[in-house]
């Protein structure tokens, strides 16, 4: 199992650390540079790491990574409309006079439905 050896923490957060593939090489960059080692958490990454400097641990915040990932999921749709609205040439379209551009719309809108 790889090991980290964490040497500066910010807001429960890594801030400065080192990757190591063995215990006792991170238990001595430690004894240098300060900090303390750890397993490297087996899952999520590293922007869910919550850090207790006093029990010298660091956990995986699952909860809140889930929670982001939902939104971001949730927001797919927009993504995807947005980009196919850039391809439109919309200010040609409106010029028109017809019902061009709210039909163009009106495709993509059907093509990436908002979720219910």
Excluded: C
Aim: aromatic share 12%.
């Amino acid at each position: 199992m790889p090991y980290l050896a964490v040497v500066k923490v910010e807001n429960k957060r890594i801030a400065k650390y080192q990757y190591f593939e063995l215990q006792s090489d991170a238990d001595a960059h430690v004894v240098t540079y300060g900090g303390f080692a750890v397993e490297t958490p087996s899952s999520g990454t590293m922007n869910y790491w919550l850090v207790d400097e006093g029990a010298k641990t660091v956990t995986h915040d699952s909860v809140t990574e889930t929670a982001d990932n939902d939104a971001f999921t949730a927001l797919d749709y927009s993504r995807k409309r947005k980009t196919a609205y850039d391809k439109l040439n919309q200010f040609e379209l409106i010029s028109d006079g017809g019902t061009i551009h709210k039909d163009a719309i009106a495709v993509i809108k059907k093509k990436y439905p908002k979720p219910e």
